[in-house]
Structure formats: C-alpha cells, structure tokens
C-alpha cells in the first residue's frame, strides 16, 4: 500500500496518571495549568476560525501527497453519503463511531442509501467482562478529580498507525469522524475511550475519515492538544453518556476474515453549512473542539439525548438547528450554564438566541407565544383586577382555558396578583 | 442620607413580590443609600425568550435610556432578580448595543453581590436581630453562571440562622419555560432533584433570589420561600424589636 498520513490515538488513563501525580520526580513546574492550556486552545481555535478557507486549501494540499488515500470534499451530507456509498460498493454493512458529525449529520443520509449503521462503542460496553467493565468506569471517574494536577498527562498517544495491516480485515466499512487533522501534513487524531477505533482501522475493508472544518488544526502539536483536551474538557459528558442506550449493536469481530491486500482509505471533508455560518456571523461555533464540556450541566440535556439518540450538546444542537436537521432551538431554557463550561468561551446561549430570532424574522409566531411575551401587560391587568384575578386563575375551568388559549400549563403554579404593587407602596407613602 | 443607589426593579417584585422590593429599599436604607426607583419596564428577557426582537428591544432601550439617566451622577443600578440583572449586565448587548447600554452594564449589580461587597469594605450595616431558623438556599442560574452566592455569605452574618444547605442545580423553570404545556413535564423533572433535597433538609425557609424559581421550589414541596433580602430585612427587624425591648 501507497503512503498514508500518520494516524495518532490518543486514549485516557487515570491509572498511569495517579502514579505520576504521586511520583517525586514530577516536578511542579511540568504540569500544565489547565488556565494556560485554555489559553493555547483558543489561540489555536482563533487561528482556525480567521483563516478557514486558507487552511482547507492546505490541508487539502497535504493530503494530496499520499499516495495511499483519496481525498473528496463533500459540499453536504448527502454527498458525503452518496461518496461513501459509492466507496462501500456491495459491502452494505457500516461501523461508525460516536462522532457528532458521523452521528448526527451523516448517519441519516447514509441509513437512507442503504448502508447499516452501528456504533461499536456500545457493543464493546456490551461485551465488557463485568469486571473490566467496573475498573473501566472507576478508571474514568477518577479522572476529573486529576483537573489541577497532571490531567493532560493522562491523554497520552497509545498507538501511531503509518500504514494499515491487512490480516484482520472483514468485509464492512468504517465511517469515522477525526477528532483532529492536522493542515500542515495531514496527520490524524482520535480520542479512543474503549478499542473501537483501533479495532476498526485493523479490520474494516473500507475506511473513510471524516473531517469538517472545526476538526482541523494547522499544526500535529496543535492537533494533539485539540484531541488531549476533548479528553480533558469532556470527561463529564463522557461520563454522562455511560447509561443504557436503546441502540441496535453488532459484533464486528465476529465476521470471518477475508482477503486484505487492497484496503482502502478516503478523507471527506465535509462542509455541510460550515462555510456559510462563518460568514452568518456564527463564525465562532468553529472555535469549538467538540468536548462537550457544555453539556455538562445543560438541564435539558439527557432528555434530549434520550428523545433523538444524537450526540448532545448545546452547541450540537445549535449546529443542527442552523444546518436544518432539528426543527427548533427551543427546547433550550436559557440557563447559560454552557457559556460557563466552554473552555473557549463560546457565548452559546447567544448564538441560540441569535438563531431563534432569525428564524422568527420569516416565520410567523404562533399565538401562543405572543401571548406570553409581555408579561408586564399581563400582569397589569392580573393587578387591576386582584384578588379576583388570582382566584380565578386558581379555578379548574379558566386553567383549562388558560392552558387552550395561552399554552401555560393547567397546572402550573402562577404568581398571585396584588392589588398593592411595589410602585403603589412606595408611591403611596410606604403604607402597608 | 448622601448616598443614592438606582433600583431596577424589573416585574416581579413590582406586581407578583411587592416584598422584595419593600426588603430591598429598607435594606439599602439601613445602609445609609437613598434609594431612587425610576420608571421602567420588563427588562425584556421574556420577548427574547418568545422570540420577540422588536419589543425586546424596544423595553431595553427605554430601561437604558431610563436607567442611564438616573445612574448619570455616578450611582450604581442595583436588581433583585438574576435575569434581569442578566439582561442589563450581558444579555441585552450583543443585540441592542449603545452607549447608554454599555454604561448601564458597567454600573449593574446584583443587590446581595453589592451588600456583601459593602461587607468586605467594612460599610455593611451589621445590626441583626437573632433569626434561629433554618434556610436552604437555592441558587438560580442566571446568578450561578455569574458565579454569584453572595446572598448565603450575607444570610450566614445573621445571628443563630443556619444555612443547612446550598443548591446550585437549575430549578427548571427558565422565567415561564416550565409553565409552557410542552415543557411542563421536563421542567418537572429538572426540579425533581430540588424538591426531593428540600424535603429532605427538613427547613423553615427556602431562600432564591428569582421568583421563577421560587415559585417552582413551592410547586413541589410547599415551602415558605423568601428572597435573600427579606430575610436581611427581618433580621434588621428583629434587632429593632430587640433594641426597643
């Protein structure tokens, strides 16, 4: 096989880190702030997000020069899932891995051309020896207890791939989302959690990387930081995810061996919106590395996980709301708790806001919500008429009609209406 | 008095908790503030939320305008509610950018935030009364992604008041989010935590700063809910009645 660029998995232990953490010989000044490493990332995400279109352009260059792969950029999803048909050929079976961009932009389009789709991340769960299973979990919840010390260090490169041996090979294809590639030679970064993606770049007959804008770094130094602190910064949203899904498994181990010798590695890059949100003033999306660090204490979060099976996160789901794949924003309740947790300081809630009010520019508000939207208005009127006002809201007939006629919940618990507002109190003397 | 302060006192403690702002202006007197209350209106945080741009901007221009011209001799703005306070500080400047915004923001502060930076210069008026109850607070979001539980430092000033319990977690309710039909069952669920850790904390008060999470915390459990501010009052009160006996 031709040259391909060099592919790098990184993977966490907090086994090896706690030794290091305790040992003398780790010297303070060697373990990294988690501050400065926020820093460097959003020196190197800025980077990104200003010179996208001339970092696409090298990125492409540098894959151009190995001879081992073929190199698409697909304008959406369905062409990238046409492409990657076309590449599957008769093969009709997929292992994908549990990247936001596989999972939920491509996954639909490529279940529509026929290919079946898996996530072998939940069937190695599934085939975990219990107890394996019960360090792999303590292993990664002792991890963010590691913030301060020598966390970084528990994200090291496990394995470096510069060609792709042939005897494992079986016949499917795998569609893997890159957690980072590297524009200056085009070398690849996976964050591994269980082996699935080792296991894949061992046996599938087809591989095809996927990478889209914010995937892509200038430098393998900024490459291996970006996938280290997807890690780092994700760890709880990892952790969060460890509960039952209801996805269908398959065991790709246990497909027979077949012939090796022309496995076959293509690169998508895949644009699907990117370019024209950067220029939508969405631009700062593309600062993000995809840690999910803001779902972390997202309210809603798990139930939207468990209601759509997508890879959730606030910023996923603005994403899938600007590329049209999810009808509304509107289950966001505005907390702003992601803004907080995003390590390079993206100000979600705002973007999802902007978002909604464009939308709302060409559609027409349901009555409903105009009917809630002043609530002083309402208010006024619940004032003028106290304490009659608050003992009607409290009937069972008028919540019904409440509920028919302003959408508020029959039995929500509303505020009472006073007669003597704050304004009258002051303005009246300070009687009560 | 010599000193002012400006209140923003955004709808819910002028219609639904006249008690909060009764709190807040006997507070800031007790601090030696006179306090001014100009006319405004809904900070406008429910039109974005309902995705009303125009009327959004609309109340937030007025409320600045207002609000720049109170605060223009060098006072500072206080609320009493997170979102408002929100809305003022950061929310509305991305969209509706002026001069008199960027001012007001600058002058923006919660009221227990400001009291408890008033403690740390030593001007906090200190005069409590014995409150020997139990509080849980509640911290609501828009404070806590301001990284702001400044009311459990103040309330922990009081005398013989015990603060048995800090919540950090979102209520929710989101403003009328949880009262919307479509949401009312997921807000539930947000809030079963709460309810459940205020049941078990077994207090005479729950203490929060926003009436919409008040009002979820009472949904559930039937707690006696307070804002940070009037139980400062009552404790000034008591010292009062204390001084008198």
Not at chain 1, 344 to 368: A, G, N
Not at chain 2, 3 to 21: E, L, M, N, R, S
């Amino acid at each position: 096989m031709d040259s391909i660029p060099i592919i790098h998995i990184v993977e966490p232990s907090a086994e090896q880190s706690k030794h290091r953490a305790a040992s003398i010989f780790v010297r303070k000044d060697h373990r990294q702030n988690i501050d400065d490493v926020k820093e460097r990332l959003k020196d190197i995400r800025s980077n990104v997000r200003d010179n996208y279109a001339s970092l696409v352009k090298e990125l492409q260059e540098s894959l151009g020069r190995f001879g081992g792969i073929t190199v698409t950029h697909a304008i959406d999803a369905k062409e990238a899932a046409a492409y990657i048909k076309k590449v599957a050929g008769d093969i009709n079976l997929a292992s994908i891995n549990k990247s936001n961009i596989v999972i939920n932009e491509l996954r639909p389009e490529l279940q529509a051309s026929g290919l079946k789709t898996y996530i072998r991340y939940y069937t190695e769960f599934k085939n975990f020896e219990e107890g394996k299973f019960q360090k792999k979990v303590e292993d990664y919840w002792s991890l963010p207890g590691m913030h301060g010390r020598n966390l970084i260090e528990s994200f090291g490169i496990r394995k470096t791939m510069y060609k792709i041996p042939s005897p494992e090979t079986r016949n499917f294809v795998a569609v893997l989302g890159v957690n980072a590639i590297a524009a200056d030679d085009g070398s690849v970064f996976f964050l591994q959690h269980m082996s699935n993606i080792s296991r894949d770049l061992d046996q599938a007959k087809k591989i095809i990387l996927v990478a889209s804008l914010e995937k892509i770094t200038k430098t393998r130094e900024e490459a291996l930081l970006h996938t280290r602190s997807m890690g780092i910064f994700g760890l709880e949203s990892i952790l969060l995810d460890l509960i039952p899904h209801d996805v269908e498994k398959y065991d790709f181990d246990t497909l027979p061996i077949v012939d090796g010798q022309n496995r076959e590695i293509h690169v998508v890059i895949l644009d699907n919106g990117r370019s024209r949100l950067m220029e939508d003033g969405y631009k700062d999306l593309f600062l993000c590395i995809d840690c999910r660090a803001c779902a972390r204490q997202c309210p809603v979060g798990q139930h939207l996980l468990l209601e759509r099976g997508m890879v959730y996160s606030p910023k996923n789901y603005l994403l899938g709301f600007l590329q049209g794949w999810l009808p509304s924003v509107e289950y966001c309740l505005h907390c702003g708790r992601c803004h907080v947790e995003c390590p390079v300081e993206i100000d979600i809630p705002m973007l999802l806001w902007r978002s909604q009010l464009e939308h709302y520019e060409h559609h027409k508000r349901s009555w409903k919500k105009r009917m809630l939207d002043d609530p002083e208005i309402l208010a006024k009127l619940g004032t003028l008429a106290a304490p009659l006002s608050t003992w009607m809201t409290r009937l069972p007939p008028v919540k019904v009609l409440m509920q028919v006629f302003t959408g508020v919940h029959r039995n929500s618990n509303l505020p009472a209406f006073t007669r003597k507002t704050f304004r009258h109190w002051l303005k009246g003397g300070r009687r009560d | 008095m010599t000193k002012k302060i400006v209140y923003y006192t955004g709808c819910f403690a002028d219609y639904y908790g006249p008690d909060i702002g009764k709190s807040f202006v006997e507070v800031m007197e007790k601090n030696g503030f006179e306090v001014i209350v100009p006319d405004t209106k809904c900070c406008g945080m429910p039109q974005m939320a309902n995705s009303n741009l125009k009327g959004a901007r609309k109340n937030f221009e007025f409320n600045t305008r207002v609000l720049a011209k109170a605060a223009s001799p060098g006072y500072d703005i206080l609320s009493t509610c997170p979102s408002c306070n929100m809305m003022l500080r950061r929310e509305g400047l991305p969209f509706f950018d002026s001069e008199e915004a960027r001012f007001v923001a600058s002058r923006v502060y919660d009221a227990c935030e400001y009291l408890l930076r008033l403690h740390g210069e030593g001007k906090f008026n200190m005069d409590f009364g014995s409150m020997p109850i139990r509080v849980f607070y509640h911290n609501p979001c828009h404070l806590r992604v301001q990284n702001l539980t400044a009311a459990v430092d103040l309330m922990k000033l009081i005398p013989d008041l015990d603060v048995v319990k800090v919540n950090l977690n979102c209520c929710g309710m989101g403003g009328s989010y949880g009262m919307k039909k479509q949401n009312y069952d997921r807000s539930k669920e947000i809030a079963q935590k709460i309810w459940d850790e205020v049941k078990a904390a077994h207090v005479d008060v729950v203490a929060t700063d926003c009436g919409g999470c008040g009002l979820q915390v009472q949904a559930g459990t039937g707690a006696k809910i307070m804002h940070p501010l009037m139980v400062l009052n009552q404790a000034y009160k008591a010292f009062k009645a204390r001084e008198a006996a």
